[in-house]
């Protein structure tokens, strides 16, 4: 590791740190928790892990053990209970300081305890091990985006009290006023003392009167207040380090300017470096309005009105410097700049969710991404714990007794070691920095002129995809021997030409020739099977389509002689074309008797596979087939509840009429494979009868199907979680609604529905989802929740391919989101939109002016692109084509699914959907502005 490329607080002439002067140190540090504590904690710090964990951290780290023995009971409770309890607690004091008053000083002298403390606990946590590095990073940049956002409004507001700058509204005084960040602050990669790399902007028409002129001078002064309340006055420990791409920094230059020089700056010649800065920055103070209004305006500017130069992309590359990051920093930067045009998810994510991303879309080899993980994290260590050691923003270290300190705190008996491994890292980022700039062509050049073998027609069974070619002419002998009973002296081929390679171009070729076989076993000779597939036979391509694609949904259909007459039905128009004219035709059998359980499943299994087969050959649209499927998944758990209900015991029976339940409809159409979120209100007391009936409900719909037609009831969200009641009383639920419910469960309430109970059980709880969206919480505050949790989420669960549209920003989730968001805004006001079906909600609110015609209408159309590819990967089992590569007929069926002619067009569709919808969440859930002109013209 190289030499310190910043001067930390305490010079190279201070105490050498010397392991020896650990144990004394951790008395007096026990001493200290005792007095701050009310009493030692005893056993949980004498473990022999936490011990040497503060044995660790007393003999090898001078500003760590500092702060240690400074807050005492924030290092006792990092070690005990975790950091969350110190973090929440400092959060809370740090809301507290909104309304404080003073220069710099002052806030430099409000902000330091906080920030020591958190130090400490993330410290703390990271070292024992209770936190990965990604989740430290995370913490330490979600702390600094709080103080940064304390440390703004309060010397704006302190300049608007002095006179100063001339606002409309004085609660509102940041209007126009936001911090960009960028490098490590904008990428969650942040260490203990940064640094931050910001800017603060302003909107200069936000602030009128006298004043205006007067407004670059102010902000210039504030830039220099904010950098010297977090870097301190010299001689004391920074809280951070600051940077900015604008200027020196020195008294304040560049730290503060103004949207429109930016905005010109950028746009200007010689301006890449900015440009690349800007590109991938993201806002963590201030007015997120206008700031999201401004990286719109970058974004069209960096990505396609005035692109990066090729030559700064070359000259990025082959940057050098010497902190242990760089190498690793420099391979995300180039993914950011060249992939993040297309991707915009490349352009804020951190080093480690590049890597990642670009091994999932095969931009990187899987172990290479692997590797670049693995050191990255390592490098980070050694730097994060080497700025808790010295309490500075270094990144190198020189002097013998620091060496070896830093190498204990990494885990290593020897810094060369430490160092070898850093440097053996850094090695293997530079290669892949090399490799990946070049792209492929240096090496295919290699193979120029190589002899090209053509591998000719498949002539094999297995190279049609099929496992056991054996079996399979066994099978095509016995059709061969139906064949000619039928044909005469015609061969089977003369029948059903091309019918194995037809089998072999779907997606799951062995069940096709497996439910072929079984269809000619159940249809006997009373129907002539081959007629079904022959050359001109108008079912042959929906029969193979269907049997070699949505197998597993269309089985039920040759599982006997009657199911099988469905196949030798003429196609029509009679063919139901909606979820209403399926269930018309098609009746559910009566809710009772002793076998009713067994009539509805089987009567569920049937229907489902009609439809499948339906949507499969084109007589129905997949449209039609996603409402079906909806409407027969409603009814089976309206008609379960009414059959459990009625078989149930006395107490139970009593207690079933004052239960009624309701689906969430949140989670999008109730598709196979998807989780059915089910809830359940009490009218009045129903104890443990009550509880009772509602586990032997769960019971049935759990037992109703497997497979494709398995259904998997989830009632965990209610009054005290998995622990509390599954059918609480309506006070409770309305308790719940007040102070338990989560920002997500909030949204899933305002579209939640009832679907079976007596009249006036389900009144009761109808009236009580209508009051859980009638202004439970501000809106403002649970939309910035909703929008953590899901950052969290998509963090946590990352989307492992482009098809994976559940997790895929922008995809199914995304816009039901979006729409749920809708739904709980207006509801209170308009009830309407409460009880519609989602696309008829959306025109409702377009036809109300609540919502632009445009907008309401795309997010129609992305919610039923996305449940149309849904439908298909649920009923064929498909996940995507990296696990399962997509054979031609099956993505001729995505491709009619999409609305396309082609499987290729339909990556850019899902893309297309995926950036309108997350441009939707940006102005409708963020309240960032639109920057379409017909959106404009219709508000």
């Known amino acids: 590791m190289a030499a310190p490329t910043t001067q930390a607080a305490c010079s190279n002439t201070a105490d050498k740190i010397d392991p020896a002067r650990a144990p004394a140190a951790l008395e007096r540090w026990r001493r200290a928790v005792a007095e701050a504590m009310g009493g030692d904690p005893g056993a949980p710090l004498d473990q022999p892990d936490r011990r040497l964990l503060m044995l660790r951290v007393f003999g090898a780290t001078r500003r760590l053990a500092e702060l240690c023995m400074t807050h005492p009971d924030a290092a006792a409770t990092a070690l005990i209970d975790g950091a969350s309890p110190v973090l929440a607690e400092a959060a809370r004091d740090l809301t507290a300081l909104d309304r404080g008053v003073g220069g710099p000083d002052a806030l430099h002298a409000a902000l330091a305890p906080l920030k020591n403390r958190v130090d400490v606990a993330i410290a703390i946590a990271e ?148 440009k690349m800065w800007l590109g991938s920055a993201r806002i963590v103070a201030g007015d997120r309005t206008a700031g999201g209004a401004f990286l719109e305006d970058i974004e069209q500017m960096v990505w396609t009105d005035n692109p990066i130069a090729v030559e700064a992309l070359r000259n990025f590359v082959e940057e050098t410097d010497n902190d242990p990051r760089g190498p690793f920093r420099r391979v995300a930067g180039l993914c950011r700049l060249a992939i993040g045009g297309l991707r915009p998810v490349f352009r804020t994510s951190s080093a480690r969710e590049i890597f990642e991303t670009a091994a999932s879309s095969r931009t990187l080899a899987k172990d290479v991404a692997r590797r670049l993980v693995s050191g990255n994290e390592l490098a980070h260590i050694a730097v994060s714990r080497l700025q ?142 081959f007629a079904l597939v022959g050359e001109d036979a108008p079912q042959r391509d929906g029969l193979v389509d269907a049997f070699g694609s949505f197998g597993a949904a269309v089985a039920p259909l040759v599982q006997s002689a009657d199911a099988a007459e469905f196949f030798f039905e003429a196609p029509g128009a009679e063919t139901p074309q909606s979820g209403k004219e399926w269930l018309s035709r098609f009746t559910p059998p009566p809710a009772k008797g002793k076998t009713a359980l067994a009539d509805l499943s089987e009567w569920r299994r049937d229907l489902m596979a009609r439809i499948a087969y339906s949507a499969a050959t084109g007589a129905s649209g997949f449209d039609a087939a996603v409402e079906a499927f909806e409407d027969i998944h409603v009814r089976t758990l309206k008609n379960v509840f009414d059959i459990v209900r009625q078989t149930a015991p006395g107490a139970e029976k009593t ?143 990352k989307a492992s391919s482009d098809w994976d549209i559940d997790r895929l920003e922008g995809g199914r989730a995304d816009v039901e989101l979006v729409v749920s968001t809708l739904i709980y805004k207006h509801a209170s006001a308009h009830p309407f939109v409460q009880e519609k079906a989602p696309g008829e909600a959306l025109e409702a609110m377009a036809r109300s002016g609540l919502l632009p015609e445009e907008t309401a209408q795309a997010l129609a159309n992305a919610r039923a692109f996305w449940a149309r590819l849904q439908l298909v990967r649920a009923l064929s089992g498909w996940s995507d084509p990296l696990r399962a590569p997509v054979r031609r007929r099956f993505g001729s069926l995505i491709a009619r699914a999409a609305g396309v002619h082609k499987f290729d067009q339909v990556r850019p569709m899902m893309r297309g959907y995926a950036d309108e919808v997350t441009r939707s969440y940006a102005q409708i859930v963020l309240g960032r502005p639109s920057l379409n002109v017909a959106s404009h013209a219709a508000s």
């Not at 019971?699 to 494709?708: T, W």
């Open 655 to 797: 207690a079933a009429g004052k239960i009624a339940m309701h689906v969430f409809e949140s989670d999008g159409p109730h598709l196979p494979g998807a989780a059915t979120h089910v809830g359940f209100i009490s009218s009045a007391q129903t104890g443990d009868a009550g509880e009772a009936f509602v586990h032997r409900y769960l019971e049935a719909l759990g037992e109703l199907g497997e497979g494709v037609f398995a259904i998997t009831p989830d009632a965990t969200h209610r009054p005290g979680g998995v622990g509390g009641p599954i059918a609480p009383e309506v006070a409770a639920f309305k308790t719940y609604v007040q102070s338990e419910a989560v920002a997500h469960e909030q949204i899933m309430l305002a579209r939640g529905r009832v679907v079976a109970g007596e009249d006036a059980a389900a009144e009761c709880a109808r009236e009580a989802l209508r009051g859980a969206v009638a202004g439970a919480r501000r809106a403002d505050i649970l939309f910035r929740d909703l929008d953590r949790a899901r950052a969290q989420r998509m963090r946590r669960e």
């Open 127 to 274: 070292m024992s091990g209770q936190w990965s590095v990604a989740d430290a990073t995370a913490a330490r940049v979600d702390f600094a985006e709080r103080m940064v956002e304390t440390g703004l409004r309060w010397l704006v507001r302190a300049a608007v009290k002095r006179g100063e700058l001339t606002v409309e509204d004085s609660d509102n005084f940041l209007k126009g006023v936001f911090v960009v960040a960028g490098s490590d602050f904008a990428h969650e990669d942040l260490s203990p003392y940064g640094p931050l790399d910001m800017i603060i902007l302003y909107d200069e028409k936000a602030f009128g009167g006298p004043t205006a002129r007067g407004a670059d001078r102010i902000f210039v002064r504030i830039g220099a207040e904010i950098r010297e309340a977090f870097e301190g006055k010299p001689g004391e420990y920074l809280l951070y380090a600051l940077k900015t791409p604008l200027g020196s920094g020195v008294g304040g230059a560049g730290y503060a300017d103004s949207v429109a020089r930016v905005k010109a700056t950028a746009g200007g010649p010689q301006a890449d470096a900015l």
């Open 388 to 529: 808790m050691m010295k309490g500075a923003a270094v990144s190198g270290v020189e002097r013998e007794d620091e060496q070896r300190a830093l190498a204990l705190l990494c885990g290593y008996c020897d810094y060369k070691d430490l160092d070898a491994a850093i440097q053996g890292a850094r090695t293997d980022a530079a290669n892949t920095l090399r490799r990946f700039a070049s792209g492929p062509q240096a090496e295919i050049a290699l193979y120029r002129g190589a002899a090209e073998t053509d591998e000719g027609d498949a002539d094999k069974l297995e190279d049609l995809g099929f496992l056991n070619g054996a079996s399979l002419s066994a099978a095509v002998d016995n059709w061969a021997e139906r064949a000619e009973g039928r044909a005469g002296e015609k061969r089977f081929s003369a029948c059903a030409p091309g019918l194995l390679t037809a089998f072999g171009e779907t997606q799951h070729p062995n069940d096709a020739v497996r439910l072929f076989d079984e269809l000619l076993t159940v249809a006997g000779e009373g129907h002539d099977v």
